[in-house]
């Protein structure tokens, strides 16, 4: 059980909230700190004083006072007005999470909003009424302000629902489900649209996706080192305990696991190979590079999912201040460096895919026995090298980028939006290559036999099997590669 505005919120935590594996909802202490809060906003919206967004207009009109009598009509407008978003819809469960942040965030008690708003939020989550939202338009400092007006237009009875795969009219859904659109009052639209939530929203399915590949990068590195019959002697604890970053440790620590009591690795631990190519010696220092971007972004995610970024924000009966809590640049850096460091782990999985075609210590070249006739596994290997350079197209750091916006008003944005779609892209790309990779590590593992590897190398060795067979002979490999992509797509490797 998950209490809103009151517990801890994990990327775990969201996963498990979005797919219905965990209950969220909402208690009497989340209830009192909303009511507090609305009542403060209420106070101030009947005052003569201005305060920004409850009785005045936005951005560059925040000059401009509202009577209360405007009050509901504006904060309608507002959402109406910031809908602009483009492109593709984003995945269905990207809106979900979005909503799920966002209720925390406003159960928190600084936002103003009425409880009756949160909860018809909650009715959506809970009956997975998923509103549609573009993937483009966010300039994430202001928060995502286009995302999240398109996310919540079916509030008010605008905008639009998925169900199953067609897209449907909001107040088409909310008449079919007997629910009256809401009419928004004083600070409301502005606590719905101000917010990270897009960008929070992709840094946790990312977060998520990367963990797993993580694991997964170690195991095709330490296949692909059987296949080659790479040497172990690189991942000695003693050799990373004097250089102790916390990722290296890791991923050293795991590539001993993946090597305990295998045969094939004693057998030549006494051969007169030096060293190895960086690609797998340095696994570590590579590998565990990345891990240490993933520790950072999974940081700041925990911070930003427990925290209030709307504006402004209500302290007191008499204090609402409008901040700069929406402003994306915390993680729209780390995204950017979260995005290096995915790429960087295909990058090295290419490289340890030429290597295994090579034909070097023992290995036929392109790992056919049938050269010339067959081209074995040459081509794959293109399609990890267009892929790893698309990677590298993506690293561009949006967050190094910045365009103003609102007449001047808005002069300094994070773009975090673009970090994290494509944090997102290249992740996509990454699951790709590591396919290609472990279906080149089993190939290799097949000319190591009647050696036997670790018994997790030879579980994950089955999993392949079971969809992909050795290659005897040329066939088309598309449906070998799509099978691949898929195992790594459900997560169905042993990685731990």
Avoid at 30 to 57: C, L
Avoid at 341 to 364: Q, T, V, W
């Amino acid at each position: 059980m998950f209490r809103y505005g009151i517990d801890k919120l994990t990327v775990n935590k969201a996963i498990n909230i979005s797919k219905g594996n965990l209950k969220a909802i909402l208690v009497h202490e989340a209830i009192a700190k909303v009511n507090e809060s609305r009542k403060r906003v209420e106070k101030m919206a009947q005052s003569n004083k201005a305060v920004y967004g409850i009785n005045t207009g936005f951005g560059p009109l925040c000059d401009v006072q509202i009577t209360p009598a405007e009050t509901s009509k504006l904060q309608e407008n507002l959402l109406i007005t910031h809908a602009v978003g483009v492109g593709n819809p984003i995945d269905k469960q990207l809106s979900k999470i979005m909503m799920i942040c966002k209720v925390h965030a406003l159960c928190q008690g600084f936002s103003g909003i009425r409880l009756e708003v949160i909860e018809r939020i909650i009715f959506f989550i809970e009956n997975n009424l998923i509103p549609v939202v573009p993937e483009q338009g966010s300039v994430g400092a202001s928060g995502d302000l286009a995302p999240l007006s398109h996310l919540f237009l079916p509030l008010i009875g605008e905008g639009e629902f998925w169900v199953e795969d067609r897209i449907v009219s909001a107040d088409k859904i909310l008449e079919e489900n007997k629910l009256k659109p809401i009419v928004l009052q004083a600070k409301e639209g502005l606590a719905l649209i101000n917010g990270t939530q897009f960008i929070l929203a992709h840094t946790i399915v990312g977060l998520n996706k990367m963990s797993y590949l993580l694991d997964l990068a170690d195991l095709a590195g330490a296949m692909s080192i059987e296949g080659y019959k790479g040497s172990a002697s690189p991942f000695k604890e003693a050799l990373h305990t004097i250089r102790p970053f916390k990722g290296n440790l890791k991923v050293a620590k795991r590539m001993r696991m993946f090597f305990k009591d295998s045969e094939n690795i004693m057998s030549h631990e006494n051969c007169e190979r030096v060293q190895d190519p960086y690609s797998m010696r340095c696994i570590p220092q590579v590998h565990g590079a990345s891990r240490n971007a993933f520790y950072h972004l999974n940081d700041l995610a925990k911070i930003e999912m427990n925290s209030v970024t709307d504006n402004p924000i209500v302290l007191s009966e008499t204090v609402a201040v409008s901040g700069g809590n929406f402003h994306g640049q915390p993680l729209a850096m780390a995204l950017d460096y979260a995005s290096i460091a995915a790429s960087e782990l295909g990058n090295i999985a290419d490289r340890r895919c030429y290597l295994l075609i090579e034909g070097k210590y023992g290995l036929p070249r392109l790992l056919t026995t049938g050269g010339g006739l067959n081209s074995g596994f040459m081509i794959p290997q293109y399609t990890t090298a267009a892929l790893v350079t698309e990677n590298k197209s993506l690293c561009f750091p949006p967050s190094a980028d910045s365009i103003p916006t609102s007449l001047g008003q808005e002069d300094h944005v994070s773009m975090g939006s673009i970090s994290g779609r494509k944090f997102n892209q290249i992740l996509g790309n990454l699951e790709k290559i590591l396919a290609i990779e472990l279906m080149y590590a089993a190939q290799a593992l097949e000319f190591r036999r009647p050696n036997t590897f670790s018994e997790i190398i030879e579980e994950n060795f089955k999993i392949i099997r079971n969809q992909v067979k050795k290659l005897e002979e040329d066939r088309i490999l598309k449906n070998d590669i799509n099978a691949m992509i898929n195992l790594v797509i459900n997560q169905s490797f042993t990685v731990r």
